[in-house]
């Protein structure tokens, strides 16, 4: 069960709008390491999981996810929501304009669409938790890459909070990690 | 994947039982040594709401930053926006205690941490919502005609 909470897990309040950026972020929604695929592994994967406390933290870790895709989303949204059709093509959103309009659609920043190949749950503890871990890492990376490309103080505050995330993230995961290899997975 | 710069060994509990856990193929007979057994280990230093909020990580010894040391402070831009912050830092520390406290069940410091921001939390909301509107499903300000849910702010568009 999942209740909606009214608000994000942390303040977004962009003023300038930025098609090009909008799309670069895109990639961490609908891209192979964006929370979206994120939030799904940990929700599906968490059924496998041999104890409770490897069931409360995928629960916990997903849930927090879908928070993220919630910010991510905001962002795109502010990012273009004033946009003029000039503005777009120039941006070269008009690719993604014709397709969905201003609609937010995860897809990566490249266009392509979400997909769950991007993620994997294959009931084995230790191949599951190592690809969490792994997750973690890139999407920490791809975060570095997003903050590299935009000087918009309101969206690297935002993207270094998420990347901050992963950090934590990881770190849970590798200790769950080792409590597997302890118990003897 | 095993990058220093992500990993605090020190910090963890289980450590100082067993420094080469890591390397150890024999995990079978070091059950003794699992985590969660442990006791009395000390519980890690962590930042007050606001300042993990900010850095999007409570915790003092797994803070990480890229390319700048600083957190971004929040400036609100009136009451309700200070406000909303507040509640959400605690709900932040909520979320990440949390999260520790899923690999770590026995820090009965962490526990009573855990409870302490949560009450202030669900203060911090019933007061805000009295004023602004609700934000939970579970608010007592639900009790009105017309229905408010939909009345306060959506998250995206920022305060009304």
Redesign the interface.
């Known amino acids: 069960m999942w ?11 962009i003023k300038k709008k930025d098609l090009r950026m909008a799309k670069l972020l895109l990639e961490q929604l609908g891209g192979a390491n964006g929370e979206l695929a994120a939030s799904l592994r940990y929700l599906v994967q968490r059924f496998s999981m041999p104890d409770d ?1 490897g069931r ?2 995928l629960s ?2 997903g849930s ?1 996810e879908l928070g993220h895709c ?1 910010m991510i ?2 962002m795109a ?2 990012l273009m929501k004033d946009a003029t059709i000039d503005e777009i093509k120039k941006a070269g959103l008009d690719d993604y304009y014709a397709a969905f309009g201003k609609g937010i659609f995860p897809v990566n920043a490249s266009g392509v669409p979400f997909t769950a190949t991007y993620i994997n749950s294959l009931g084995d503890v230790i191949a599951d938790v190592q690809e969490d ?2 997750a973690e ?1 890139k999407a920490r990376a791809v ?2 890459n997003l ?1 590299n490309l935009t000087d918009d ?1 309101d969206v ?2 935002v993207l ?6 992963e ?6 995961f ?3 990690f ?2 597997y ?4 997975y | 994947m095993y990058n220093d710069e992500f990993i605090y060994y020190n910090s963890l509990p289980y450590q100082s039982s067993n420094p080469n856990m890591m390397n150890d193929g024999n995990q079978l007979s070091n059950k003794q040594n699992n985590y969660l057994d442990y006791k009395g280990s000390k519980t890690p230093s962590l930042y007050n709401p606001y300042e993990g909020l900010i850095r999007g990580n409570m915790f003092k010894n797994l803070y990480s930053p890229y390319f700048k040391e600083e957190p971004f402070p929040l400036n609100p831009k009136n009451n309700q926006e200070r406000e909303l912050y507040n509640l959400m830092a605690y709900g932040f520390a909520v979320t990440d205690l949390n999260l520790y406290l899923d690999t770590h069940p026995n820090d009965r410091e962490m526990i009573s941490l855990f409870n302490k921001y949560q009450n202030e939390y669900n203060k911090l909301v019933s007061e805000y919502e009295s004023k602004y509107g609700p934000i939970e499903l579970s608010s007592k300000t639900l009790n009105t005609y017309p229905w408010s849910w939909n009345k306060s702010a959506w998250p995206w568009e920022g305060n009304k």
């Not at chain 1, 209740?3 to 309040?13: G, T």
């Open positions: 209740k909606y909470v009214k608000r994000l897990e942390y303040p977004i309040d406390i409360a933290l916990d870790i927090e919630e989303a905001t949204y502010q871990m792994a890492q975060y570095e903050m103080q690297v505050s270094s909070f998420l990347r901050q995330r950090v934590v993230h990881f770190e849970r590798k200790e769950l080792e409590h290899k302890n118990m003897g």
